[in-house]
């Protein structure tokens, strides 16, 4: 069963920045799409940062040109570096991953494994 094993987060004014990291293990596909999604109280799940097996990176429109995601040489290490943190970004944030393919990014959303989540708050 595929871990995902997520550390950063935590409480950010608002303008300051946090970074998560993610590290997954313990899957069987050789290509995937990896990143992160995330959930507020009473919203539905979002797509906030995602790259996919060519490295093609994917972001919510609300989060370009503040977050990156990177990842390292060894494909199964993501990072998200959230820059410029506003109330909204507060959610629960999930590192999530899903079998290549032309629809990843979207699929990983509701189908892709994803870890125990880690707290981002935000302050004004």
């Known amino acids: 069963r595929v871990q995902l094993e997520e550390s950063g987060g935590g409480s950010a004014q608002t303008g300051g920045s946090l970074r998560l990291s993610c590290v997954a293990s313990?899957?069987?596909?050789?290509?995937?799409?990896m990143g992160w999604v995330r959930q507020a109280p009473g919203k539905q799940r979002e797509r906030v940062a995602i790259i996919d097996a060519d490295g093609a990176t994917y972001y919510h429109d609300s989060v370009k040109g503040r977050f990156t995601i990177s990842q390292d040489n060894t494909k199964n290490i993501v990072h998200l570096q959230m820059n410029n943190l506003k109330p909204e970004d507060a959610a629960m944030y999930y590192c999530?991953?899903?079998?290549?393919?032309?629809?990843?990014?979207?699929?990983?959303?509701?189908?892709?494994?994803r870890g125990q989540g880690t707290q981002v708050t935000v302050s004004a």
């Open positions: 999530a991953i899903h079998p290549a393919g032309a629809w990843c990014p979207d699929h990983l959303v509701n189908q892709g494994s």
């Open positions: 313990a899957y069987t596909y050789s290509a995937f799409c």
